[in-house]
């Protein structure tokens, strides 16, 4: 009898810790990354120990130069693990084969890219459908997503318009209404808001906390305060390193 309640008691308090306990989404042990340049190395991440829970709402700050796009361009498999450990839901990103790093930026990663990246050939509208057709939705589907995503980042209107028929805070727009229409665990911005006025830039965000609300994550650099205050937590880079250095835990 006693070992029996002893069991149930045990097996509530597993349980019970597992819905409670939250998921790290990402963890880094000793990251370094430097570019080769000519016959030198630029040492861009010099040693970054991290842990990103879950749901959380990331900023990251740091003068120029400092590392942030590096950074993010590691966390979204886009740069290689040169150095030291990055994991991502527990599994080591420099040990996944190439099909699995494909399946992770096509299903599991939003990157929004400074310079935007979309396919000037393409509308608004195509831009979107183009990767959600790279995750074989059905039609329908694909349709929903790119219409919910464009009406959420006010661009509906515009969604037969190229690239070059886009001022620069509406391409931003859709690069953003990209990454949400993907339903992503992860959306990783590169200073996503730069060229978006105050009330645009304050709806991107607002957009992007609701994403955080549905258990999601959110990962950007900025130089703003505004977007700033929209942050659980912010790691301000200095050349290279976290400032403050140590073993960062985000809850
Ligand atoms: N492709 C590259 N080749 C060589 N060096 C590079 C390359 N990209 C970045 N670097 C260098 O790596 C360091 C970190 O650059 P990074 O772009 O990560 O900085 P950042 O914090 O994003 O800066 P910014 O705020 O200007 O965007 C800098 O010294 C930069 O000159
Ligand atoms: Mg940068």
Redesign the pocket.
Known sequence: MLFNTAYIIICINLFGFSLLSEKILYKSIGLKFS?P?EKEK?A?IQGMDFEIPEKSFVTIS??????????LNLLGLIEPVQEGKLFLLGQEIGRMSEKEKNRVRRYQVGFIF?QFHLFPILTAEENIQYFLTRQTLPKQEVAARTKEALELVGLWEHRKKRPSELSGGQKQRVAIARALAKQPEVIIGDEPTASLDQKNGKGVMEILKEFVERGKTVIL?T?DSMVQSFGDMNLH?VD?RIEGGGNVVLA
């Open positions: 570019y340049l630029v861009a740091g003068p120029s130069g400092s590392g942030k796009s590096t950074l400074q650099t130089h880079l290279g």
